[in-house]
């Protein structure tokens, strides 16, 4: 069995990995070299942190998106 530290790091990474990389779809979309729209990407970010915060799970998502992270 994992440390509850561990599996909150884990979470933490892949939140964050999932939100950066939303981000950086959006990026590439506004920079014109993406065929997508980047309203998918950000309700997507909008869903996760909303999902997030109803599961009590906010402070995930602030501490993902602390620059240097």
Same mark, same amino acid.
């Given at each position: 069995?994992?440390?509850? @530290?561990?599996?909150? *790091?884990?979470? &933490?990474? *892949?939140? /964050? ?5 939303? &981000? ?6 506004? @920079?014109?070299?993406? #065929? ?10 909008? /869903?996760?942190? @909303?999902?997030? !915060? !109803?599961? /009590?799970? !906010? !402070?995930?998502? @602030?501490? *993902?998106?602390? #620059? /240097?992270?």
């Amino acid at each position: 069995m994992r440390p509850q @530290e561990e599996k909150h *790091a884990e979470t &933490l990474r *892949a939140i /964050g990995h999932d939100i950066q990389s939303s &981000l950086t779809k959006i990026r590439r979309i506004e @920079e014109e070299s993406s #065929p997508y729209t980047c309203s998918s990407f950000v309700n997507s970010i909008v /869903g996760k942190v @909303e999902r997030l !915060a !109803a599961n /009590g799970q !906010a !402070a995930f998502v @602030e501490k *993902a998106l602390r #620059p /240097g992270h």
